[in-house]
C-alpha cells in the first residue's frame, strides 16, 4: 500500500503564498506520477497539477504561471511532492489532495488539506 499525507494548507491573502507538502510512504517503488487536485463543495476534483517520475510537469490552465509542483525522490522509505502557491486568488479556495499514480494505474489519495485565500 500507499500512504499519503499532506500539510502547508492554510489560510492567506489575495497576492500572497502558500507551499503544501505531502508525503508518500509505503511501497514507493510502485509510485509513478504525483500530483495535486482541487475540490469545491457540489464539484469534482480537478487538477492543479502532475509531476511524472522523470520529472515532467502538466499544469490547470487555472495556476499556470503561480504554481510549481515539484518532487523529491531521494529518500529511500518516503517520497516528498510539493505545490508552492504565489500570487494567490480567492478562486484558489478549496480543499488540495495529494495524489500518486501507481505504474499499474492504481490512483492513491492523501486525505486533503483546506487552502482559503481571502480577498
Known amino acids: 500500500q500507499v500512504q499519503l499525507a499532506e500539510s502547508g494548507g492554510g489560510l492567506a491573502q489575495a497576492g500572497g503564498s502558500l507551499r503544501l507538502s505531502c508525503a508518500v510512504s509505503?511501497?514507493?517503488?510502485?509510485?509513478?506520477?504525483m500530483g495535486w487536485y482541487r475540490q469545491v463543495p457540489g464539484q469534482a476534483r480537478d487538477l492543479v497539477a502532475l509531476?511524472?517520475?522523470?520529472?515532467?510537469?502538466?499544469?490547470?490552465d487555472a495556476v499556470k504561471g503561480r504554481f510549481t509542483i515539484s518532487r523529491d525522490n531521494a529518500g529511500s522509505t518516503e517520497y516528498l511532492l510539493y505545490l508552492q502557491m504565489s500570487s494567490l486568488k480567492p478562486e484558489d479556495t478549496g480543499i488540495y489532495y495529494c495524489?500518486?499514480?501507481?505504474?499499474?494505474?492504481?490512483?492513491?489519495w492523501g486525505q486533503g488539506t483546506q487552502v482559503t485565500v481571502s480577498s
Open positions: 495524489n500518486a499514480v501507481g505504474y499499474e494505474g492504481k490512483d492513491h
Open positions: 509505503g511501497k514507493i517503488f510502485t509510485v509513478n506520477a
Open positions: 509531476i511524472t517520475s522523470g520529472g515532467g510537469t502538466i499544469y490547470g
